[in-house]
């Protein structure tokens, strides 16, 4: 049984940082591409990155691009998503997914970038 668990939201000032963390279980985490995605509020889901099995190849949303960095270390079966620079539109729920749509993913955790 697939596993998600997030961790590390809260509220951060615009400009601020954040490291969200996900562990996973129940499937083969070193064979697996993550995701993360995000649910701003009356929004639907939102792609923001992408890891390969290894890390080696990485992808991020337009909208995040040079302020995210996804990581991931396959001995912990967990995967990270650093960020900086926040926005007030980077405030909302976010997901560590097994698939790119965030059909399998975890509980979530509230990111909420306000001064």
């Known amino acids: 049984q697939v596993q998600l668990v997030e961790s590390g939201g809260g509220l951060v000032q615009p400009g601020g940082s954040l490291r969200l963390s996900c562990a996973a279980s129940?499937?083969?985490?070193?064979?697996?591409?993550m995701y993360w995605v995000r649910q701003a509020p009356g929004m639907g889901l939102e792609w923001v990155s992408s890891t390969s099995p290894r890390g080696f190849t990485t992808d991020y949303a337009n909208s995040v691009k040079g302020r995210f960095t996804i990581s991931r270390d396959n001995a912990k079966n967990m995967v990270f998503l650093q960020m900086n620079s926040l926005l007030p539109e980077d405030t909302a729920v976010y997901y560590c997914?097994?698939?790119?749509?965030?059909?399998?993913r975890g509980q979530g955790t509230q990111v909420t970038v306000s001064s």
């Open positions: 129940g499937f083969i985490f070193r064979n697996s591409w």
């Open positions: 997914a097994k698939d790119e749509s965030g059909s399998i």
